[in-house]
C-alpha cells in the first residue's frame, strides 16, 4: 500500500513541476507575440483552461494544454486569447480577430 501511495505522490508531483514549465512555455510565447503585434498583454499571466492526452508527432501520448490571457489592443479594452501547448510546444497561438482601419493600423 506504501509503495502505491508514493507512486500517486511521484506522479502528482511530476505534473505539477512540468506543468509549471509548461505554463511559462505559454507565457514566454504569449509575451512574444503582444510584443511583435504591439498588444498589452494583461496581468502578465495565463489561466490553463483545458488539459488532456493527445499523441504528439511521434505518436506518443503527450499532455495537451490550453491557456486562456486577456490583452488590450488599445490600452482601454479587455480581449481574450489563447495559447495551445502539446508538452511544452506551442502548436496555436490565438489572439482572436482585430478591427484594422483602412491605411492597416488596428483601431
Do not use: P
Amino acid at each position: 500500500m506504501n509503495i502505491v501511495f508514493l507512486l500517486v505522490l511521484g506522479g502528482l508531483a511530476w505534473l505539477w513541476f512540468d506543468s509549471f514549465a509548461a505554463r511559462e512555455a505559454g507565457i514566454r510565447a504569449v509575451r512574444t507575440a503582444c510584443e511583435a503585434d504591439g498588444l498589452q498583454l494583461l496581468d502578465e499571466t495565463i489561466a490553463l483552461s483545458s488539459l488532456r492526452l493527445k499523441r504528439n508527432e511521434a505518436g506518443r501520448l503527450a499532455l495537451a494544454r490550453v491557456y486562456s490571457f486577456e490583452y488590450s489592443d488599445t490600452g482601454d479594452n479587455r480581449r481574450r486569447g489563447s495559447v495551445h501547448l502539446l508538452g511544452h510546444k506551442v502548436t496555436l497561438l490565438n489572439v482572436g480577430l482585430r478591427l484594422a482601419a483602412s491605411n492597416g493600423r488596428l483601431r
